[in-house]
Structures are given as structure tokens and as C-alpha cells.
């Protein structure tokens, strides 16, 4: 059975081979192809890289919104005995004991 599968998938690369080994280039002016079409796929292509770079940054945001809640609720366990500046810090100088 493993023979004909490995005949049968090296007559189907055997014929892709020799189709795309008879391939000639052609410009597009030979094919009668208008050459404006080409540019509302490219806008197409462009505005889709603008949104997924928008969502990529509204996710590393929403990121560091939870990480900083992360810190926040879970300060007494990562850093025991520590106050976190801005959180809970002590009113005067900071350098007076």
C-alpha cells in the first residue's frame, strides 16, 4: 500500500514538474491585462497591514494594563516587606527615617 501512495504522489510532482518546467514568462501588456487593477489589491494589501499593526498595539496595551494590575494585587507576595513608589509611599522626605 505504501508503494502506491509513493507512486502516485511521484506522478502527480512528475506531471507539476513538467507543466511548470514548459512555463515561459509573459508581461502583462501581453496578456491584455489592464494595469490598473493591479493597484486596488496593492491598496487593499496596505490597509490590512494598517490594521493589523493597530491591533497588535491595542494588545500590547491591554498586555500592560493587566500586567500593571497583576503588580498591583499581587505586590505583597512578589515583593515582600517593600513599598512600591506612587502606591504607598510615605508623605515628607523620602530620605528621613
Not at 22 to 50: E, H, I, N, Y
Request: net charge positive; charged share 20%; aromatic share 12%.
Amino acid at each position: 500500500m505504501f508503494d502506491r501512495a509513493a507512486v502516485g504522489i511521484r506522478m502527480e510532482l512528475g506531471g507539476f514538474a513538467r507543466v511548470m518546467g514548459r512555463m515561459q514568462p509573459v508581461s502583462v501588456s501581453d496578456v491584455r491585462v489592464v494595469r490598473c487593477l493591479f493597484v486596488v489589491p496593492f491598496f487593499v494589501v496596505v490597509g490590512s497591514f494598517a490594521v493589523v499593526g493597530g491591533r497588535v498595539l491595542v494588545m500590547l496595551s491591554s498586555f500592560s494594563v493587566m500586567f500593571r494590575s497583576f503588580l498591583v494585587v499581587h505586590r505583597d507576595i512578589l515583593f515582600p516587606g517593600e513599598i512600591l513608589r506612587g502606591l504607598a509611599a510615605p508623605r515628607g522626605n523620602p530620605m528621613e527615617f
